[in-house]
């Protein structure tokens, strides 16, 4: 069976876990969980960067530090894993959904602006499978407004929007450590900022707004959260990051081999790397088009019964129960994409064999 996506741990990622026991230093503080956002911060470029127990817990915790409640609206793609969506509903806020673009299966940003209303306070642009979103765009359409823009880079560790590590290009960006992303800690997340003060608030909040008295006793001036991601699994992420170099590298390589593998094949579209990005094809993805000899859920029974795994795009969000009454644009591109898509495997550690093999299927 050639899976999806699965991690790749060939470092010290046992050795640090091992000190971790063997010092007794397991729970949420410890040297690896500062060592992990310091090395982190170095990676984007982020002067803050403050750890989570997963990516889910990130963007809530970037919600809350602006400030973002009951009575403001967030902008959203609606072609996207529920979690950001998700974590719009917990601070109490309404989601709003734009369409995405054709190529890149990411929010189009030319949507955004006939959705703002005076109750829009952020935007929220999902970095999908790996492409990121027309930065530039979304940053003049937030200054005009006086919007804050959260970027979901969850999906996108690695990647650039002109050279500038994507997550780093709005006021917050957040990263996932689940077990399928660039990188694992099991579960795990993280938020990175330059703002000092929004670094330090999301610290805060992320950790029960604990203030520790002179005779040591806790106070707490707020409602506060606990966020907190154990030493032992940041052991794990520490070992991880020494290795992010040669995993973006071989998931660009597998990228531009399934492009150049699939490109001529007819019915099928394959992965796009618009000028202004770099792409970590996170997860390699297909569109299976009208004029190809089966349906795409044919597609993905085929792959499976020859040992593949593979898995349909996100359904989209504002389809899903609790935020069908959600306001939205016109969704044709999103509704249309989201039955097209295919996700390939992607591990790491996949072969150039493997891809051929894949490649070759779906061209027969
Ligand atoms: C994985 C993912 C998340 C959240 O990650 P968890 O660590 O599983 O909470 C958020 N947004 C997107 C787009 C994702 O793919």
């Known amino acids: ?40 911060a170095q990676y984007v470029e982020a002067k803050n960067a403050v750890v989570t127990m997963n990516g889910t817990s990130a963007l809530e915790l970037a919600l809350r530090t602006l400030g973002i409640g009951e009575g403001d609206e967030v902008i959203v793609s609606s072609m996207t894993f529920i979690s950001p969506v998700n974590t719009i509903k917990y601070v109490g806020a309404e989601p709003v959904f734009v369409d995405v673009c054709r190529d890149t299966w990411v929010m189009d940003v030319d949507k955004i602006e006939e959705m703002i ?3 829009t306070k952020v935007i929220l642009p999902v970095h999908i499978y790996g492409h990121p979103v027309d930065m530039d765009k979304v940053m003049t359409i937030a200054k005009k407004h006086n919007l804050y823009v959260i970027e979901d880079a969850t999906e996108a560790l690695g990647s650039e929007y002109r050279s500038k590590k994507v997550g780093m290009v709005g006021d917050i960006g957040c990263f996932s450590f689940n077990g399928n992303k660039i990188i694992t800690t099991g579960a795990g997340g993280m938020l990175v900022t330059n703002n000092e003060e929004w670094g330090k608030r999301a610290k805060y909040l992320s950790t029960q707004t604990k203030t520790v008295l002179e005779n040591g006793a806790f106070y707490h001036e707020e409602v506060g959260y606990n966020f907190r991601m154990p030493n032992v699994l940041a052991a794990m992420g520490v070992a991880q990051l020494e290795n992010i170099e040669e995993y973006v590298e071989a998931k660009r ?14 019915g ?97």
């Open 1 to 40: 069976m050639i899976p999806l996506c699965i991690p790749k741990m060939s470092g010290n990622e046992w050795k640090y876990v091992k000190e971790c026991f063997d010092t007794n230093w397991v729970s949420s503080v410890g040297k690896y969980v500062d060592m992990f956002e310091e090395k982190f």
């Open 117 to 119: 209303t005076s109750k």
């Open 253 to 266: 390589e597998h990228g531009k081999l399934y492009n150049e593998l699939l490109k001529n094949a007819k």
């Open 268 to 364: 099928i579209k394959t992965s796009a790397e618009k000028e202004y990005a770099k792409n970590c094809f996170w997860l390699y993805s297909i569109l299976v088009e009208d004029d190809y000899c089966v349906s795409r859920d044919k597609v993905i029974e085929k792959l499976k019964e020859n040992g593949i795994q593979s898995r349909p795009f996100f359904q989209p969000v504002h389809l899903m129960p609790p935020y069908k009454k959600c306001r939205h644009g016109d969704m044709t591109v999103t509704e249309e994409i989201s039955a097209k898509g295919i996700n390939l495997p992607s591990s790491v550690d996949l072969s150039g064999d493997e891809i051929e093999l894949i490649c070759s299927l779906i061209r027969r």
